[in-house]
């Protein structure tokens, strides 16, 4: 990076080329393990996040000391038990945000500058098994900049019980919103007709059945009949929040210059 930035002071290179060279640098090896995309952040405003699952203790633990060492933060999702206790040990001087029903943790490094961009996103669950998977989302849209609104238990078997969550929603304003349901994966087309910002559904595996771990939710929110419905993966918390994140960030900005 240094060399590219020292041409470009000496006008041997352009701002093109330099930039191009830049993204080039952002993708750096990590032996044979990983191929860490540090510069993702300030490519795309998403930050690079670890898969653990397969991950070796020791892969694990190298691939994380390199993000932290390059960024001053690592975000590792999908951990098992053993997984997250190696790493408590490992990084126990160093910050550790675990929701609790989540399998996603964020380790930052004393001093790591939190950043927020003025979005706002809204999270509904339709009941209390589907917490890891809003939990998972809102820790994402969290570490892009956004403020999170998370609501639990508010499935249309008790239809009464939305009413409340849906209304801290409108009085916060928010930007975004993410919904999440198992079963027959009815509460975002509900939703979807009642409010007025962007949705994004996530069906959750915790059906049972025919059509159960999920199918049937997926199947359910593909085919709402209410419009401004986007619909990620089964379980796909994370693909959900970075969506979000980046609709409320970029409404955030218009709201800005406004």
Do not use: W
């Amino acid at each position: 990076m240094r060399e590219v930035l020292e041409k470009l002071a000496k006008g041997e290179i352009s701002v093109e080329d330099a930039e191009k060279a830049l993204k080039i640098n952002f993708v750096e090896n990590l032996a044979s393990v990983a191929r860490l995309d540090v510069g993702r952040e300030n490519r795309r405003k998403v930050p690079e996040m670890i898969f653990a699952e397969g991950k070796t203790s020791d892969d694990l633990r190298n691939i994380c000391t390199r993000m932290i060492d390059s960024t001053g933060r690592a975000i590792i999702t999908r951990l098992s038990e053993s997984q997250l206790r190696e790493l408590r040990r490992e990084f126990g001087s160093h910050r550790i945000q675990r929701p609790p029903h989540c399998t996603s943790i964020v380790i930052k490094r004393e001093g790591y500058a939190e950043h927020h961009e003025g979005g706002r996103v809204g999270i509904i669950t339709a009941g209390t098994v589907d917490l890891g998977i809003a939990e998972e989302a809102a820790l994402i849209a969290g570490e892009m900049g956004c403020e999170t609104f998370l609501e639990a238990d508010a499935g249309v078997a008790g239809i009464h019980r939305l009413v409340e969550p849906l209304k801290r929603m409108i009085e916060s304003d928010i930007d975004c919103l993410i919904v999440v349901a198992g079963r027959e994966g009815a509460l975002p087309t509900v939703v979807a007709g009642l409010v007025d910002v962007p949705l994004i559904a996530v069906p959750a595996s915790s059906g049972y059945g025919f059509g159960g771990r999920g199918e049937a939710a997926l199947m359910a929110m593909l085919q709402a009949c209410s419009l401004g419905i986007a619909v990620v993966n089964i379980d796909s918390g994370i693909a959900a929040g970075v969506v979000a994140a980046q609709i409320a960030n970029r409404i955030a900005r218009a709201r800005s210059r406004a």
